[in-house]
């Protein structure tokens, strides 16, 4: 289904409303270090969100954690791409070492690294379903990455500016396949088109166009 395709929430942020940002990052670095897999697999956390609280679970419904999955970085082969959690951005928590960072330099044998991202889940959300199939064109953004434009259907464009202009100031994750691959901040009120851009290449980008497209036919 498209909505499981693409997905866009904000991110969590410790002033949030009945939300301990700092307790919950401490759960998951204590769950982190019991599970060694989920240092290497994003789809462990999911394993994450099913334990209970008294078992080290989350401590909260008001947020979840997605993947972002850090490679190495295009233009400089030897080095990774942008870490969230080493820039301290986000809330991202890392579960990978100091070791494997290796101050930004790839250790030999590895080829990405995993962070997770706190994303809210009272701030409303954008799905994939709601995406005009028509509007998605691959295209590069301004720092010349490729990048995805898109824009959301008729119905939901008056919903999605009103969304955009309340969480202005706020990060807004996109989230492709359950991994985020950028986290843009909302600077006004979008009311047109936008993009989607981050650690994807042109391919990646067209085979997720080509299946939301394909997606949203079957409805």
Do not use: K
Not at 31 to 41: G, K, N, S, T
Not at 115 to 138: H, I, K, N, W
Not at 145 to 155: D, N, S, W
């Amino acid at each position: 289904m498209p909505g499981e395709l693409v997905e866009f929430r904000i991110v969590a942020e410790a002033g949030d409303p009945g939300l301990d940002l700092a307790a919950e990052r401490r759960r998951l670095e204590t769950w982190l270090a019991e599970h060694p897999e989920a240092r290497q697999d994003p789809a462990a956390i999911v394993a994450f969100h099913a334990t209970p609280a008294v078992a080290g679970g989350p401590g909260t419904v008001a947020l979840r954690w997605a993947p972002h999955v850090v490679g190495v970085a295009a233009e400089s082969p030897g080095r990774w791409d942008r870490s969230y959690a080493m820039q301290g951005l986000y809330g991202a928590v890392a579960a990978f070492a100091a070791d494997d960072w290796n101050d930004g330099g790839v250790p030999a044998g590895r080829s990405r690294l995993l962070e997770y991202v706190p994303l809210s889940q009272t701030r409303g959300a954008f799905d994939g379903s709601q995406l005009d199939p028509e509007s998605l064109r691959v295209t590069t953004d301004d720092m010349g990455r490729p990048a995805l434009e898109y824009q959301m259907r008729v119905e939901h464009r008056q919903q999605f500016a009103e969304w955009s202009e309340a969480n202005v100031g706020r990060c807004a994750a996109i989230v492709v396949r359950g991994r985020v691959v950028s986290a843009p901040r909302f600077m006004s009120r979008i009311r047109g088109r936008a993009l989607i851009s981050g650690n994807l290449t042109s391919t990646e980008l067209e085979e997720l166009a080509r299946s939301v497209r394909e997606n949203t036919e079957r409805r």
